[in-house]
């Protein structure tokens, strides 16, 4: 198995960032609940539109999972 999106995401905090995907891993590192495990695209975003308020725009996850999936095609 390869790595998660919540193991992608922590590599792109930066609490003095300006950058949305920087303050979503930010978040998401505090949210106890986020799904940790998931790989999953679906998942993860019926998880983000009910429980993350902290998300301004589910456009940011999309980007985000984007990006995500583009590290898993160069590991691969």
Not at 13 to 32: E, G, L, V, W
Not at 51 to 75: K, V, W
Request: aromatic share 18%; proline share 5%; no cysteine.
């Amino acid at each position: 198995m390869g790595k998660t999106f919540y193991e992608y995401l922590m590599t792109q905090r930066n609490p003095n960032s300006s950058d949305p995907i920087a303050h979503f891993a930010d978040a998401a590192f505090f949210d106890s609940a986020f799904p940790k495990q998931s790989q999953d695209y679906d998942e993860i975003s019926n998880y983000l539109e009910l429980n993350g308020s902290y998300l301004p725009t589910m456009d940011i996850f999309d980007l985000a999972f984007r990006n995500y999936q583009e590290t898993l095609e160069h590991f691969n």
